[in-house]
Structure formats: structure tokens, C-alpha cells
């Protein structure tokens, strides 16, 4: 049986990462579940931000910010990065979460992210409650204990990527199938 | 320890929905990853589509889809839709998946879908190789086989969404906390 809603946001599950941003002596953290890639080529996301939220100005200003993607083990980190204003607090230190200095960018990325993107703001467009950054990813962090050394593959499926959907964190489960195995002929 | 890659599409995880359109006695199904909420209100989304895919002009011409979320039990057939092409064959048939009628758009959904989100199309951006849709949501239909009978509640959790990293789709896991949970008081 269906039924029909007033239309709203029911497009789940989405990451929750933690944005990093900053500009003139100030720097913030912010959770972000408004984000996606926009594009393969050349490599661009976007993060929808309301602009009365303290990181915007930073953001707009520096043009600039860090998606920094989350894990289970960051769940109550990255929830009080999005519950609470860093205008009057160190976010990072009440987070506990460290500076990684930036490489291609100015603003710092966060240590405890398996993956940092950084990017460099192409467009912003305001939609209603929320501004939408569209960015280019400019250079790509990724913590080495991830890779297997002896074949140098990337284990993002042993990060323990944390999920957002209608209201909850979750955890990565199991894994289903890669990429093309609906047609993949048996051997 | 840390190493730089160089720019490409590492943010993950993300929704593998279903987009349904339809155009000129028309329809078909494309899988997509590169999609999410760009507003909260109004309630807005985007979707990028490589222009040389058999749905992008159905889409651009007749300025409508759906959202269709996949559950782990749609794992198969939401990876067939990504990697066959409509031109030459009913997806649906061939999936085994059912058209439900639209609602506020002329395009089906997908009846095995636990929420489907209609969609207007507001704007269209090339960025390389996808161009962006942004889209309005019109219309949200959802299985009332979520909603628990007595209180009403919506409980999207029990619905076995799949999301999709880095290659490889995985079911829901355990749930970590809600929004807000890091700084709620202990009664």
C-alpha cells in the first residue's frame, strides 16, 4: 500500500561528513549531510549551507573548505559539530578532533578522517533555507592504514564510514555486491 | 601517517537510487549514486547524468523523474539499471521491477521502492562530464508498510536501505545514535 506526503527531504541514506573552513585568524567545523558528487570529471561536489550559520562567511570568503569523511568512532564528534555554533568555542578541541595542516588549500582538514577532500568553491547558488557550494576537488588526503602494502589497494570498505538517514547515524553493514556483479558472468 | 592522491571522487558513502523518467510514449531507469539534498525548504534535490545516457534527454525534455530509494533486497536490480542501457530493452521487465503510477509527474515510479520522490526539474548545469539537474520535490510517496499503525510514525530504519562506497553497495548497519545525541542530557 502507498501513500502520498507534502513534499519534504526523504532522500536517504546520506554520508554526514565534517566540513572544515577558514578565513581571516578563524577557523570552524561543520556536519554537512546536504553534500554529494556532482561530477566525475574533472572531480566536483557540492555542500548546502545556511547562511546564518557561523562557517558560512568563512566558506564564501575564503572560497575554500574540507570535506572530511566520518566513521563510526566520530559519531558523537561529528553530531556535535552539527548541533553546536563554533562562533564562541574551539569546536575541535571540545570535539576532540585534530588539525591536519591543508596542502592545497589553506583551511586545516581533520587527522581522524580517513579521506579529506579538499576543495576550491566554482559556484554558490542560494535555494531557499540553504546555499548551495559547488567545488572542485583539488587534492585528496587518505590515511596510508587503509592500504594494503603489498598490493597498494585502497580498503575504504575497513574506514567503518558512518551513514545519515531521516534522523539516525549508522554504520556501515555488510556488503552487498560491487559494482556490475548483477551481470557478471560466473566463471 | 598520510599521503595526497591527486583530485578524484573519494566522498562516500552515498545513496544508489533508481531515477524513473519518461518522455514521448518513453520511460526507463537509470541508477545513480551522484545524488542528494541541496534544500531544505523548499525541499530540493540534484541528480548528475552523463549526457550520452539513454534517460538524459527524457529527463531534459520532459523536465520531470523520480527518486526511487533501493533497499538490499533491490541490490541486484538497482546494479543491473546502472550498467544496461534502456535504448534497446524494458528495464523494468528485465529487472523485475513494477511501474506504480505517477502522482505529480507523469513518469512511474517504482513500486518496490520504500519511498519515491517526484521531482520538477528547476535548473540544469554541464560541469564535464555529468550535468546537474536540480530538481524541486513535488510529491512523496511512501509504503505504508513502514508506518506503525498506532503512533504513526515513519520508520524508514526497518526498510534496509543499501548505500554504495567506493564501488561496492552495503546494507544498513547498526544505528549509532540520533541527531543530537551528543549533547542530550541523561534523565
Chains 1, 2 share one sequence.
Request: charged share 20%.
Amino acid at each position: 500500500m502507498k501513500e502520498n506526503w507534502k513534499p519534504g527531504n526523504m532522500l536517504y541514506p546520506l554520508p554526514a561528513v565534517l566540513v572544515s573552513c577558514a578565513h581571516g585568524g578563524r577557523d570552524n567545523l561543520l556536519t554537512v549531510a546536504w553534500t554529494g558528487t556532482v561530477c566525475s570529471d574533472p572531480p566536483m561536489l557540492f555542500i548546502s549551507v545556511r547562511p546564518e550559520r557561523f562557517s558560512y562567511s568563512l566558506i564564501r570568503d575564503s572560497g575554500e573548505f574540507t570535506v572530511n569523511l566520518t566513521t563510526a568512532a566520530m559519531a558523537r564528534a561529528t553530531d556535535f559539530c552539527g548541533v553546536r555554533s563554533g562562533a564562541d568555542m574551539d569546536k575541535w578541541k571540545e570535539a576532540g578532533l585534530t588539525r591536519l595542516p591543508g596542502v592545497a588549500v589553506v583551511c586545516p582538514a581533520v587527522a581522524e578522517s580517513p579521506v579529506s577532500l579538499e576543495c576550491k568553491v566554482r559556484s554558490e547558488t542560494p535555494l531557499g533555507t540553504h546555499n548551495m557550494f559547488v567545488a572542485e576537488v583539488v587534492n585528496v588526503i587518505v590515511d596510508t592504514s587503509l592500504k594494503d602494502a603489498s598490493t597498494g589497494r585502497f580498503h575504504l570498505e575497513k574506514a567503518g564510514l558512518m551513514n545519515y538517514s531521516h534522523g539516525q547515524y549508522f554504520c556501515q553493514g555488510r556488503p552487498l555486491g560491487s559494482f556490475g556483479f548483477s551481470v557478471k558472468k560466473k566463471k
